[in-house]
């Protein structure tokens, strides 16, 4: 409820129905003609004469008999003419303004202009909001055992982990998710933020990815810690609520799959995409042909539409309306509501409303559970000012590379695809933003080009050619299997053999090759990016079919990753920009 409800949008701003009383030393809502009319002035007139009687006020209103004096909404007014000072000289009327005195008497504004962190919630988002110290209590927090939420420093790249749970809770939510479940981490997205702040890029974790839970521990509410036993072969979406397990659980098992650090958490329920979207004022959506899905209620036309509320949840929770009707379609789905949602936050319509402004931070504050680290309104500040300046292109959504899970005659789980996944992990870790990638590996392979020249240059076997052993000795548990998966399913070289372990840890990966393989050293180190220093040619010719010897050193950063230069993004990764409007098939 706003001013603009109750037709005065013209003369009260919605923030300015937030009064101090001087008696408690609060901040309270005045929201009614009659709260306002029984506030005398604070700035003329002194406090009311008589304690039985109403007083008037400078403005020709009055108070009803034992109100307490609290000071009135502040209106937009022309600018005040300076006064005389008592030296004779002029006092700026701003000098006159009584300073608000303590901490919790200061209101603290937050314009949140992140649209870039438009999928806080199941599958919906945070945008632009002014959050006033009053909303501080609504937020949630949960600290994670051995997290310390430090803040943002300048020039450091961060990973914030956005949970969506399935958990029951809220009004109308009784028919969705499981029947007395703890929640589950039913949508999860790694949201990777760069160190120059100029793009994000915000991966999907399917629920279904069959994986290694492990060992975590959760602060119990008396304070004491309950460690909670690792399980192999388990779905991701058990890493929450299931076993007692909390936030910080979740963020230990996408470490433990992609080896990056997450430094913060946010999670949601269901009702965060109903109040969010309709708080906004609805999301466009579009469709490739009408739907009509009796299990989760959507109805919508072919074409273009704007939902909110019920709609909204039911949009982003189908999964029988698009494609094979999978999860990893449905992601798709949900990537395409959030680039939407992003662009309505993030557009003048959304910024310049005080009204939703104001409904967007009632509902977000009441809507997030958040790590100690961004656990305030001031801390959620910061934030949003790392966020502000991301433009929506820049801001590219993808999915964690899968493959069906061969443990299974008819596959219903998915588990990692050793080829593809690692290529994309080293991106995030070198900070390669999906929307620059080319760029980077044109600028990496002129640079690369012009040292290594003389070198490389001659001819190049054909793939099927290319005969090579590989040899681990990285210390990266794996890599050489993972090497021999993208050499024969990426690249080709199905001559290529896993031979386990180096004699010892090598510093640098190096490839030994004949003379009369020179040609075939060429491809490989065309393919897997390495440097001249990684070549070492022997003297004598070898047999016919020999092959060459790779030992993957302590620089192998994944299969598909160049030693040196910058990282490819995998084949087919299937990205979206979330300036693009995409209808879902």
């Known amino acids: 409820m706003d ?9 009260v701003d919605p923030a300015d129905q937030w009064v101090l009383n001087p008696q408690t030393g609060n901040y309270e809502l005045r929201l009614d003609h009659s709260a306002e009319q029984q506030r005398p002035s604070s700035r003329a007139g002194g406090p009311a004469s008589g304690t039985h009687g109403s007083a008037t006020r400078s403005d020709g209103r009055r108070t009803l008999p034992g109100e307490a004096p609290v000071p009135g909404q502040r209106r937009r007014r022309p600018a005040e003419p300076d006064a005389p000072a008592t030296g004779g000289g002029r006092v700026p009327a701003q000098s006159r303004r ?12 937050l314009l949140w202009t992140g649209g870039t962190m438009a999928f806080v919630l199941v599958g919906g988002a945070v945008g632009a909001y002014a959050l006033y110290n009053k909303l501080n209590g609504n937020i949630h927090v949960v600290e994670p055992v051995g997290k310390k939420g430090a803040g943002f420093r300048k020039g450091e790249a961060f990973n914030i982990l956005v949970i969506g749970t399935d958990k029951r ?37 399917p629920r279904d990815l069959v994986t290694t839970i492990p060992e975590c521990q959760t602060r119990q509410p008396d304070g004491s810690i309950l460690t909670i036993p690792g399980e192999r072969k388990k779905r991701f979406n058990i890493s929450l609520g299931q076993s007692g397990r909390d936030p910080g659980c979740t963020m230990r098992t996408v470490e433990e799959i992609t080896g990056l650090a997450m430094d913060h958490f946010m999670m949601v329920d269901f009702n965060a995409v109903k109040e969010l979207t309709t708080a906004v004022g609805g999301v ?40 094979n009707r999978s999860d990893l379609d449905r992601i798709k789905i949900q990537q395409q509501f959030l680039s939407s949602m992003i662009r309505q936050m993030k557009s003048n319509e959304t910024l310049t409303s005080p009204t939703k402004l104001y409904d967007l931070a009632s509902a977000a504050t009441n809507a997030l559970t958040v790590d100690k680290g961004i656990g305030s309104l001031g801390k959620l500040q910061d934030l949003a000012g790392e966020l502000a300046g991301i433009e929506t292109k820049n801001i590219a959504f993808t999915t964690l590379p899968v493959k069906d899970n061969p443990d299974e005659p008819k596959p219903v789980t998915v588990v990692l695809d050793e080829a593809k996944a690692p290529q994309l992990f080293a991106l995030l870790q070198s900070d390669t933003s999906l929307t620059e990638v080319k760029k980077k590996e044109q600028d990496a392979k002129s640079a690369q080009a ?26 990266v ?11 024969q399913n990426e690249q080709g070289v199905t001559r290529s053999t896993n031979k386990s372990n180096a004699p010892e840890k090598a510093a640098k990966t190096t490839l030994e090759y004949a003379p009369n393989q020179a040609d075939q050293a060429r491809a490989l180190a065309d393919m897997m990016g390495l440097p001249a220093t990684a070549l070492k040619p022997g003297t004598v010719d070898a047999a016919e079919r020999a092959p060459m010897t790779l030992v993957l050193g302590a620089d192998f950063k994944g299969a598909g990753v160049p030693v040196t230069g910058a990282a490819k993004a995998p084949q087919d990764l299937g990205q979206v920009a979330a300036d693009k409007q995409v209808c879902a098939k």
Not at 181 to 199: Q, W
């Open 3 to 11: 001013a603009h409800s109750r037709g005065r949008a013209d003369e």
């Open 98 to 109: 009584k300073r608000k005195q303590g901490a919790n008497r200061k209101k603290k504004v």
């Open 169 to 205: 809770t809220g009004d109308g939510n009784g028919g969705y998710g499981d029947k007395n479940s703890a929640g589950h981490a039913d949508t999860t997205i790694l949201f990777h933020v760069s160190k120059d702040r100029t793009n994000a890029t915000a991966v999907s974790i």
């Open 284 to 323: 466009k959506v579009c469709v490739d042909k009408a739907v009509d899905d009796p299990k989760s209620h959507l109805k919508l036309p072919a074409g273009e539409s704007t939902v909110q509320g019920e709609q909204a949840l039911a949009f982003v929770r189908t999964r029988s309306s698009f494609g």
């Open 450 to 475: 012009k040292a290594e020249a003389a070198l490389l240059q001659g001819e190049r076997a054909p793939a099927v050619e290319v005969r090579v052993d590989v040899y681990n000795g990285s210390g």
């Open 477 to 487: 548990q794996g890599a050489a299997q993972s090497t021999i998966n993208w050499l």
